[in-house]
């Protein structure tokens, strides 16, 4: 370990001995600390520069972390996080010497360009099925857990058919409030309904000549899927409030993440239109049923992440690989996109460390009711739960305890419901637009919670 009291003197020691980490602080006598970073910087982008600053809004050390520091300490110093840092520091120099590349066929994808990566079984399976669906004329059923890239196919299945060079459409069905959504679709004429001021256009004329995504078909109310099929089996259909019959030429495209199947048994969903929409099945596999794609999902956004956050992160270290292999990705693809954006955006060098990736990935998720620790009908077993927290050295027991009841306690009402949304929610007294980010969250999803009666959390008699 080398020291310099001045600017000068310390540009002139890192110049003759290459150190694996700095430690700079902002105010020097000759100097300052953002000079001296960005001359350290020019000389070796790679190594790790950590700054000490006396104010935690300190404008200069913001700035330089912005430019590529590595982190920044505030004053008076807490030395155990000064050693933290520093072995940090000297890791990502260590590894930088042991590179993961960037697969290159990944890095060829243009930017600003969407893909659907996978080379495994799963995923050759469904480029199978959108090149045999395709350039065909009929309805197709994209089928999959949230956030598994049922969009990405319904665009693909578009791109390469015979309607593209016509208009492609998408309109979640459950992102819209269900007194809007049948505007959305169909149009409405002027004095239809309070605030229709003006007439307007819904997708299905919009669209027509070209295809039209239904995403989360699933969460479609009951009356307008009776509207729905009426365009399925004759292509018209009338605005909201007009009773003039529009004839329309559109392809369907639909998606869900929902037990579409078992809805109909419940009658949530009408099986007339169940069978229109499942003229041709395209199956998406969750992430943690095709582990081989890990790596080249991982590779592709690190580069996404790279171009839109003007980062040089060439590769990741195998701690941190094998983190991303041991959680189950409850979120799957997008889930995975999330994280590694975060973990880019933290990272100051060029090596993505297991210690840039969130704490929630150290926490096995609770995707599955039967995954839950539980005794039988008397309930969850507390005790075991927090013994194995506390000896795994968390510093998140009360969020990982609220999220575990919150999953149980969403879970067995759902069952409770026999899959259905809204009526659960009011049980529960939250809104169905909380209920369904809670569902996303923690991974649940109703073909588990309806089929997967296991002995704990059964009907609680």
């Not at 590179?99 to 360009?113: F, K, L, Q």
């Not at 309070?194 to 239904?214: M, N, P, V, W």
């Not at 395209?282 to 790596?295: A, Q, Y």
């Not at 999220?403 to 306690?409: A, T």
């Amino acid at each position: 370990m080398t020291t310099a009291t001045s600017a000068e003197a310390g540009i002139g020691l890192f110049s003759t001995t290459r150190p694996d980490a700095v430690i700079l602080d902002v105010l020097l006598p000759d100097r300052t600390g953002l000079e001296v970073f960005r001359e350290l910087h020019r000389l070796d982008p790679k190594v790790p520069v950590i700054l000490i600053t006396a104010g935690g809004t300190s404008d200069t050390a913001i700035e330089a972390m912005k430019l590529g520091a590595f982190d920044y300490l505030l004053k008076p110093l807490d030395f155990g996080r000064v050693r933290s840092l520093v072995r940090r520091a000297f890791e990502i120099r260590r590894l930088m010497r042991e590179p993961v590349s960037v697969d290159p066929e990944v890095g060829a994808i243009p930017a600003g360009h969407d893909a659907i990566v996978g080379r495994g079984p799963a995923m050759q399976e469904v480029y199978k099925a959108i090149g045999r669906v395709a350039p065909q004329t009929v309805t197709v059923l994209v089928r999959g857990e949230s956030g598994t890239g049922k969009e990405l196919v319904g665009r693909a299945i578009y791109q390469h058919s015979n309607r593209c060079d016509g208009p492609f459409l998408a309109v979640n069905c459950a992102a819209i409030p269900e007194t809007l959504l049948e505007s959305e679709l169909f149009g409405h004429e002027k004095g239809a309904f309070t605030g229709a001021d003006r007439r307007h256009i819904g997708k299905f004329e919009q669209c027509s000549g070209g295809t039209l995504l239904l995403d989360e078909i699933g969460d479609m109310p009951l009356l307008l899927q009776g509207k729905i099929l009426r365009v399925l089996q004759d292509q018209q259909f009338e605005r909201v409030g007009g009773n003039q019959t529009i004839r329309t030429d559109v392809r369907i495209i639909a998606s869900t993440n929902r037990d579409l199947e078992q809805m109909v048994a419940a009658g949530a969903f009408r099986s007339d239109l169940y069978y229109r929409l499942n003229v041709y099945t395209i199956t998406l596999p969750p992430l943690g049923r095709r582990p081989e794609d890990l790596p080249l999902l991982v590779d592709h956004f690190l580069v996404r992440a790279n171009r839109e956050l003007g980062k040089d992160i060439r590769s990741i270290a195998p701690e941190a690989m094998d983190l991303l292999r041991a959680y189950a990705w409850p979120g799957n693809v997008r889930q995975l996109q999330s994280v590694l954006k975060q973990a880019v955006l933290r990272t100051a060098g060029p090596v993505l460390v297991a210690d840039y990736l969130p704490d929630t990935l150290r926490i096995a998720p609770l995707t599955e009711p039967t995954q839950a620790p539980v005794l039988g009908s008397a309930g969850m077993d507390w005790d075991r739960f927090l013994e194995e927290r506390l000896q795994s050295g968390t510093n998140r027991l009360y969020d990982e305890a609220i999220g575990l009841l919150e999953r149980l306690l969403i879970t067995r009402v759902l069952r409770h419901t026999a899959g259905n949304q809204l009526q659960a929610a009011k049980i529960l007294g939250i809104t169905r637009s909380t209920m369904r980010a809670k569902m996303r969250q923690f991974g649940i999803t109703l073909g588990r919670v309806i089929h997967d009666e296991s002995p704990h959390d059964g009907d609680g008699s």
